[in-house]
């Protein structure tokens, strides 16, 4: 049967998680553990979605649900789908399941439905259903959309079809997935994670354009707090000797409840503000430091980071015996992503006994390089497997 496998990678923050939230600079490397998704139609003429061979529950899958609506609607003909996810990388453990996994969702679904042109060319410009994250009431935008991009329903004059790895766009898929990223956290997300994911490598968002850099969109989005605005920028991984030491703590923490967390202690008590402040400076710092290659400072940077962390109330103890245990053999150490259980993660010149240190104090462990690929199509056949007619 026809199928369409997509993959993307998961991500570890080096610096800047909460604080990112509201506009402050962070930075993202692509880790090599990938979520895998295959989708081929159903082998039935039912109208049920399979997900790994059972029916599909919208409750338990948001995420390819939210996608589902977007990029596969029923009410348009879109016949049911059979979904394969497989993958390395732990869920709700702050590496990027849920961004990993809906940047490879968008990307087979856009190549299994292909895309109208308004001309020859294939641009934003041209794509005949506009350039939008439109997922039910999200608001994301990005600078890279033309003026037009939100029509709905508007299929243009439709020059030329094109379909497979032709239609897939790394930044539409990063655009969907930070859409879909921000129902899930009830309107408060980055673009750190659908960006990291997506574009692989290392991911810099800023509150200005970086000079040096390779400067890629700029991103909006309202929040209950006001309207937040980042730029994201890549950068290439370094030849440098230098490894990511993750380690688990078994204990599973959904981003949106620690969000939540930090918007509540921020409405509660206005003057913590400064504790997110100085998270976005030392974000700043390690933002130079890990483009003047400076190793060692880049890891002073990370423990930093967790200190002030710690004191936003997002670290557990489960974290700290591992940040602890893997400090002496690492540059530097910190939890990542939205914590409250969930990973740690170290920058290391010494995988093995860092590896080692953190498994001995209970944690299991994931080494990956500083850096891997982004959003990749692994699998595409020419012919569409639905189109809008
Ligand atoms: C989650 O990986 C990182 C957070 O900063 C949330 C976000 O950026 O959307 C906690």
């Keep these: ?78 016949p049911a789908l059979s979904i394969h996810i497989e993958g390395e990388i732990p869920t709700a453990s702050g590496l990027g399941s849920s961004a990993a996994l809906s940047v490879a969702a968008s990307a087979a679904l856009r190549a299994a439905r292909g895309r109208w042109l308004n001309g020859d060319v294939n641009s934003p410009e041209n794509w005949a259903e506009g350039f939008s994250s439109k997922i039910s009431d999200t608001n994301v935008h990005s600078n890279n959309q033309p003026k037009d991009s939100l029509r709905e329903g508007k299929l243009g004059d439709r020059v030329k079809f094109i379909s497979g790895s032709q239609s897939v766009d790394v930044d539409e898929c990063a655009l969907l997935a930070h859409a879909v990223e921000a129902i899930a956290q009830r309107g408060r997300a980055s673009p750190m994670d659908s960006s990291a994911c997506s574009h692989g490598d290392i991911v810099v968002l800023s509150d200005c354009v970086e000079d040096g850099i390779e400067w890629q969109y700029s991103r909006t989005l309202t929040t209950p707090e006001g309207d937040r605005e980042w730029q994201i920028h890549t950068v290439k991984p370094p030849a440098n000797d230098v490894y990511l030491v993750i380690g688990n703590t078994g204990i599973h923490a959904p981003t949106s409840k620690q969000v939540e967390k930090v918007a509540e202690m921020l409405k509660n008590n206005p003057d913590r503000v400064k504790e997110i402040e100085t998270i976005g400076l030392i974000a700043k710092r390690g933002i130079k430091s890990l483009l003047s290659g400076d190793y060692e400072s880049v890891g002073r940077a990370m423990s930093e980071n967790q200190l002030m962390l710690q004191s936003i109330g997002v670290s557990s103890p489960e974290l700290e015996d591992l940040i602890r245990a893997a400090s002496p053999s690492s540059l530097g150490a910190k939890l990542t992503g939205a914590g409250g259980g969930g990973c740690m993660v170290a920058l290391t010149r010494d995988p093995k006994a860092t590896s080692e240190a953190i498994e001995l104090a209970g944690g299991r462990t994931i080494i990956s390089s500083f850096g891997a690929k982004g959003l990749e199509l692994e699998t595409a056949t020419e012919t569409p497997l639905w189109s809008i007619s």
């Excluded at 080096?14 to 692509?30: K, R, S, T």
């Excluded at 409750?59 to 996608?67: G, Q, S, T």
Aim: proline content about 6%.
């Design 1 to 78: 049967m026809q199928h369409i496998t997509a993959s993307a990678p998961g991500k570890c923050i080096l610096f800047g998680e909460h604080a990112v939230v509201y506009g402050h600079p962070a930075v993202a490397v692509a880790i090599d553990q990938r979520i895998k998704v295959k989708i081929e139609l159903t082998d039935s003429n039912s109208h049920d979605w399979k997900l790994d061979g059972l029916i599909f529950d919208p409750k338990r899958h948001p995420h390819i649900e939210a996608l589902k609506q977007r990029l596969w609607p029923s009410s348009l003909g879109a």
